[in-house]
């Protein structure tokens, strides 16, 4: 096969995988309504390249744990600032528990946390990586705690002076029902180009953890874990195995130290 025609067939893939996940989409949406007035817990896992554009079509009144796994567009701040903060509030006026397993929440985390999610208890992310530099001050202005390490603490107060940033710096009051916060990281694989994302990760780690042990988080159970990169493989069977376990009364992925993790790991 020669390159054009490669890239011919590469195209055509592509197409027809789009038209699939807009057909997906479509159903989706279907279901989600039809099953809206009753749902009260949620698990949806993402397993291609690009995100899907999945939204959430009318209220869903009983619903009190989500779970998700891929790039979340549903919860990106373009998405969510169409119908107002009231507006996607009032959509989950019961959900307590949210557990998110993607790369993309460096911008998501003020808002899910707090702005549009006021009931919250429970709040997790997971298989985050060296790529998540902002995490660690994107969750101190989220929580209302200025971060422990100097120059990132200096950043922030010039963030927030500034008028133009407004909108991020009104994100200072935590979520009043807020008991539990767990971030799960992953190390990168060995060899090449690793040892460098570990040594970001490090970096990310390590401010995560001062954020932890730190004053501030008043009343708020903060666990910081890391785990080997090759875990992160087995996320989608985690997820339906979590699911179900929580439904039987269960701790699913709400573990409160390592070694509850690490079980976890093998539900």
Request: glycine share 6%; with cysteine; proline share 7%.
């Amino acid at each position: 096969m020669t390159w054009d025609q490669q890239r011919v067939h590469d195209m055509k893939v592509q197409e027809e995988r789009a038209r699939w996940d807009g057909r997906f989409c479509v159903t989706s949406i279907a279901l989600l309504t039809l099953a809206a007035p009753t749902l009260r817990t949620l698990c949806v896992m993402e397993d291609g390249v690009a995100p899907l554009p999945l939204t959430f079509p009318c209220e869903f009144p009983h619903l009190r744990e989500l779970s998700w796994k891929g790039k979340i567009l549903a919860f990106e701040p373009s998405a969510l600032s169409v119908g107002g903060t009231s507006r996607f509030a009032a959509t989950f006026p019961a959900l307590e528990r949210v557990h998110f397993i993607t790369t993309a929440v460096d911008g998501i985390v003020p808002i899910i946390l707090l702005t549009k999610i006021p009931t919250i208890t429970h709040f997790r992310i997971s298989n985050i990586g060296y790529v998540n530099i902002l995490l660690p001050d994107a969750l101190a202005r989220a929580l209302g705690v200025k971060p422990s390490y100097p120059r990132l603490a200096q950043e922030l107060e010039d963030h927030d002076a500034d008028p133009q940033r407004s909108s991020t710096s009104s994100l200072s009051t935590p979520s009043p029902h807020l008991r539990q916060l767990i971030i799960h990281g992953t190390t990168s694989a060995p060899g090449g180009w690793c040892w460098h994302y570990n040594r970001e990760w490090t970096r990310i780690h390590s401010r995560l953890e001062a954020l932890a042990r730190g004053p501030g988080l008043s009343g708020i159970r903060m666990l910081v874990l890391e785990r080997p990169w090759f875990r992160a493989l087995r996320w989608p069977h985690r997820m339906r195995d979590h699911w179900l376990d929580r439904m039987q009364g269960g701790r699913g992925c709400w573990v409160e130290s390592e070694a509850q993790e690490v079980v976890s790991e093998g539900l």
